[in-house]
């Protein structure tokens, strides 16, 4: 990050709270406690009337903000509760960039709302628990999304699911999507001139290319509707009975679920899985209240787990 760059975050955070201690700039931008006073004296310099001191944390005197804009309390709360969902299920360039764009809408919040955030931030929290699908660390999903608004291609080195092998992509890069618990890139894959579904977690290189992508692929929906490749996604529906829905607990939603519906006393549950073996063992626990609908090879792997028991 340049200089320029910096001052700009410092003076959103100065904008965004009622005391900065020069110990949170430093964690916020890496940068030593030396170089966050030559900051502050630089934004003092320049104009910007900055009061407190480094003991008691650095603020903006009263009157020096931008007109506040006007949100809700509950407009408050979301970006509130989307803040912890980004910090846990994105990699570090999204962290970093959203906190810094949250920043610049606190700046310009009324004192009123800054103080009910702070004062229900640390009553929002996520539990902790350790995902293969949450280790998405080296910035591998920005690096995506900037393939896909440039639309240029990427090079990834990519682990196989069935083996440790690794394999060197070109990709053009379509659209991403999250499911139970993983980040997952669809593109076309030229070394199998055909398109793929790759989960970010085992992608352990990717680099950016300025290949620009020629060929005009389908939209994002038209994959996440059905998707052949070696990680295919396959459509399931079950049904049951409405009263039952309370039994199958959230666990759904870990399963795949995109569709939900209740027509009389009949619920439909429609799933979108990349395993029917995986799924099935799932569905043992609701067999008993639960009817597969579609497809059949999902009913068929039942039946096999079910003869193997004693």
């Known amino acids: 990050m340049n200089r320029i760059d910096r001052l700009s975050g410092i003076l959103n955070m100065l904008q965004s709270a009622t005391a900065v201690k020069p110990k949170l700039i430093t964690q916020r931008f890496g940068i030593s406690l030396r170089t966050v006073y030559r900051d502050i004296k630089a934004l003092e310099e320049s104009g910007v009337p ?159 290319t300025e290949r620009a992508v020629s060929k005009q692929h389908p939209p994002l929906d038209t994959f996440l509707a059905g998707l052949g490749g070696e990680d295919e996604l396959q459509r399931i529906v079950i049904s049951l009975k409405r009263d039952d829905l309370k039994i199958i607990n959230d666990s759904k939603y870990y399963q795949g679920l995109v569709a939900e519906t209740v027509e009389g006393d009949r619920a439909e549950l429609q799933f979108m899985v990349f395993s029917l073996e995986r799924f099935a063992r799932w569905y043992l626990s609701y067999i008993d209240i639960a009817d597969i609908e579609y497809p059949d090879a999902l009913q068929e792997i039942v039946n096999s787990i079910l003869s193997k028991a004693h």
């Open 50 to 208: 900055i009061a407190g001191d480094s003991r008691t944390g650095y603020s903006l005197v009263e009157g020096y903000k931008l007109p506040p804009l006007m949100f809700s309390e509950d407009e408050a709360f979301a970006f509130l509760a989307a803040e912890k969902l980004v910090d846990k299920f994105t990699d570090g360039g999204l962290k970093t960039a959203y906190k810094s764009g949250v920043d610049k809408i606190r700046s310009v919040m009324r004192v009123a709302q800054i103080d009910t955030l702070s004062a229900v931030d640390g009553r929002v929290g996520m539990l902790e628990f350790n995902h293969p699908g949450t280790a998405v660390d080296p910035g591998y999903l920005q690096q995506v999304m900037g393939g896909i608004a440039r639309r240029c291609r990427i090079l990834i080195t990519y682990k196989a699911h069935s083996s440790d092998s690794e394999s060197v992509r070109e990709i053009d890069p379509i659209g991403i999507f999250f499911s139970m618990a993983n980040w997952y890139m669809i593109g076309y894959c030229h070394s199998r001139n055909d398109y793929r579904t790759f989960r970010l977690s085992r992608i352990t290189k990717l680099e950016q």
